[in-house]
């Protein structure tokens, strides 16, 4: 069945440092949504990407959808202690409005 | 406008015993999702209703978990009975439909012992 990857598993970054995950999907993806989880807490939509190559932009965070839609990436650029948590990619192939979430990235951010 | 409601957020049962979760999506949202959260993995579908008609359950375990959405409003999610490995966060979401957002409630934390 179709698999979404995520790369690395873990992370941990000094307060300043740029943070990347990668997502990586078995089959071609119609969309992708990105999600944040706190600890102890529940997903929380970040963004999503349709178009192939799309790039989007929030504040720190820029997201990037593949040529091929089956691959995104989230990149932060100056991590702050507030950006801790997983970060989830979620896929959804075309015809169908099932999403299948990423293993995640947990990040840690160092003070 | 009010969140995904869920209860209880914490459980704490024994093997073989029965189960129920409890989910109020956001007002006017058609589709209803539970999920399953084992601890350190991201979040499996269970089922997706869109209404209260079932668009996917394939990877609900039917032998022992049931769903259902009634008059496309609150849901309920039931495990009879509960082996040691349901023991997870289930986490009920919603959405307008189709590739809409998804907004999480804050998760039903079961143990099973």
């Known amino acids: 069945g179709q698999q979404v990857m995520q790369i690395p598993q873990y992370q941990h970054v000094q307060e300043g440092e740029d943070f990347t995950t990668y997502c990586n999907s078995s089959?071609?993806?119609?969309?992708i949504q990105w999600y944040k989880q706190r600890p102890g807490g529940h997903p929380v939509f970040l963004i999503q990407?349709?178009?192939?190559?799309e790039v989007k932009k929030q504040k720190r965070l820029t997201f990037q959808f593949g040529e091929a839609k089956k691959n995104s990436s989230l990149h932060i650029t100056a991590t702050q202690t507030t950006d801790v948590g997983t970060y989830f990619c979620?896929?959804?192939?075309?015809?169908?409005?099932?999403?299948?979430f990423g293993t995640g990235t947990r990040l840690k951010v160092l003070a | 406008e009010a969140g995904v409601a869920q209860s209880p957020r914490y459980k704490i049962i024994e093997k073989r015993q029965s189960v129920a979760f409890w989910c109020n999506p956001i007002s006017g949202h058609a589709t209803l999702y539970w999920y399953q959260q084992i601890l350190g993995q991201g979040p499996k579908l269970l089922i997706q209703f869109q209404n209260n008609g079932v668009v996917d359950d394939s990877q609900l375990p039917k032998d022992r978990f049931s769903a259902e959405r009634l008059k496309g409003v609150d849901s309920t999610l039931k495990i009879q009975p509960a082996k040691l490995e349901d023991s997870a966060v289930y986490l009920c979401a919603s959405s307008r439909g189709g590739v809409q957002t998804q907004y999480f409630g804050p998760g039903t934390r079961l143990l099973v012992l």
């Open positions: 990407l349709v178009k192939s190559g």
């Open positions: 089959t071609t993806l119609s969309n």
């Open positions: 979620a896929g959804t192939t075309s015809g169908t409005y099932k999403y299948i």
